[in-house]
């Protein structure tokens, strides 16, 4: 079975840009979150998606969207893009996100901000 | 609000020795612990996790960890560990999100 894959795997914009990351999950995976990694804030949950409907958001400001697609599919897009958005922005999939059963990781996706 | 302390951010260690990865919880309902790791430019791997029954979790590669209820605490140990085993770990609790903490960075020396 094909794990999670996400697309580019790197990226470099300058500030103002904006930029669409891609995530396909596993096969029969319905629910998708989509994590920020930076050295400073480490690990920061995003927002999750089950079914086309965000059912989950933190703490992040509105330039911060996704979506999800009837197939699972997911984006997320960052708008008027700043140089603190420079992370590795991780996308999980699950069979449900019910809060136990695993999540399975992308490699991610590193962007730049320049 | 949940949220989890890993206590140490480096943890250096010589290949065949055993390692502890430390780890606490903050939670008041009912919590579901991982443990993740993180090797370089890949994203995160379950090593194991523990959503109820019997406190000793075995996982992956060798891993296992204990859930102290009293202690507040998920510690991760291996009895023996390889130049492999050198990555980041990341202990988390479930709060239908995942929450993360800090990671420690696992340094395994020949």
């Known amino acids: 079975k094909a794990g999670v894959t996400q697309t580019p795997r790197y990226l470099i914009k300058t500030r103002g840009q904006q930029v669409t990351l891609s995530c396909s999950p596993i096969?029969?995976?319905?629910?998708v979150s989509w994590y920020q990694q930076t050295p400073g804030q480490g690990l920061q949950f995003l927002f999750e998606y089950f079914s086309e409907t965000q059912r989950n958001k933190g703490n992040f400001p509105g330039r911060f969207s996704g979506r999800q697609f009837s197939n699972s599919r997911s984006e997320m897009n960052v708008s008027t893009l700043e140089l603190g958005d420079s992370a590795l922005y991780l996308c999980?999939?699950?069979?449900?996100?019910?809060?136990?059963?695993?999540?399975?990781f992308g490699p991610g996706t590193r962007l730049t901000v320049l | 609000a949940q949220s989890v302390t890993q206590l140490d951010s480096q943890v250096p260690v010589f290949e065949e020795a055993p390692v502890e990865l430390r780890c606490n919880y903050s939670?008041?309902?009912?919590?579901?612990l991982f443990w993740y790791v993180q090797y370089p430019n890949q994203g995160l791997q379950l090593l194991l996790k523990y959503l109820s029954g019997s406190t000793l979790v075995k996982g992956i590669n060798g891993f296992e960890a204990e859930f102290n209820k009293s202690q507040t605490s998920f510690h991760l140990r291996k009895p023996s560990v390889h130049i492999s085993d050198t990555a980041e770990y990341f202990c988390a609790v479930s709060d239908r999100k995942l929450i993360f903490g800090t990671g420690t960075r696992l340094q395994v020396f020949p």
């Open positions: 096969s029969g995976h319905r629910s």
């Open positions: 939670s008041s309902v009912s919590v579901y």
């Open positions: 999980a999939s699950s069979l449900d996100g019910t809060g136990f059963d695993e999540q399975f």
